[in-house]
Nanobody, 121 residues
Framework: QVQLVESGGGLVQAGGSLRLSCAAS????????MAWFRQAPGKGRVFVAA???????TYADSVKGRFTISRDNAKNTLYLQMNNLKPEDTAVYYC???????????????WGQGTQATVSS
């Protein structure tokens, strides 16, 4: 069982930055594939970025070059550094975990409660 708690969301102007964190419980964090998804009002949950237990990562085209996913296994924490933010990045951001291969669809085993990021124009 893994519990995930996101933090770091907020309100920022376009062009600004936010750093999201996801604190995970449990001793086996390092063995999980971790991901960030986001959900805008009235839309489905979409893939943002993911990182495997080996450190390999994948990004959605819409965030490549602006967002960076990273993990600190010693702290059981996942991060998402978001730079050059745009109004279309406004969404609730969710942290997710699964054992096994990286997926870009929301078929993950564990989910956090989400953190709101709002980008004003």
């Amino acid at each position: 069982q893994v519990q995930l708690v996101e933090s770091g969301g907020g309100l920022v102007q376009a062009g600004g930055s936010l750093r999201l964190s996801c604190a995970a419980s449990g001793r086996t964090f390092s063995s999980y594939t971790m991901a960030w998804f986001r959900q805008a009002p009235g839309k489905g949950r979409v893939f943002v970025a993911a990182v495997t237990w080996t450190g390999a990562n994948t990004y959605a085209d819409s965030v490549k070059g602006r967002f960076t996913i990273s993990r600190d296994n010693a702290k059981n924490t996942l991060y998402l550094q978001m730079n050059n933010l745009k109004p279309e990045d406004t969404a609730v951001y969710y942290c997710a975990a699964r054992r096994g291969a990286l997926l870009t669809i929301p078929q993950y085993d564990y989910w956090g409660q989400g953190t709101q990021a709002t980008v004003s124009s």
